[in-house]
């Protein structure tokens, strides 16, 4: 029984823990970065696939994000 509870821990930490790595190629699409795309200034935070924050959704297409969520990451 304990061998049992033992190996569904760690199935829900290695669970836990694999979600949270997203590959950069699975995040960013290369061929969209442009680092002279003309972003307005109005702070609504954006939480981007890479874990970062951005400042709005449009420095996060900037940075050829392929998806984000509303709202600041945590922890940041």
């Known amino acids: 029984m304990k061998y049992l509870l033992l190996f569904f ?3 829900l930490c290695l669970a836990a823990t694999c979600n949270k790595a997203v590959s950069s190629d699975d995040c960013i699409d290369k061929s969209k970065i442009d ?5 307005i200034e109005i702070y609504q935070p954006v939480c981007g696939c890479d874990g ?3 400042s709005n959704d449009c420095f996060a297409k ?3 994000l392929k998806s984000w969520k509303e ?5 940041n």
């Open 71 to 75: 709202g600041p990451c945590e922890g």
């Open 35 to 39: 680092p002279n795309m003309a972003c």
């Open 62 to 64: 900037a940075a050829g």
């Open 9 to 11: 821990t760690a199935l």
């Open 52 to 54: 970062k924050t951005y």
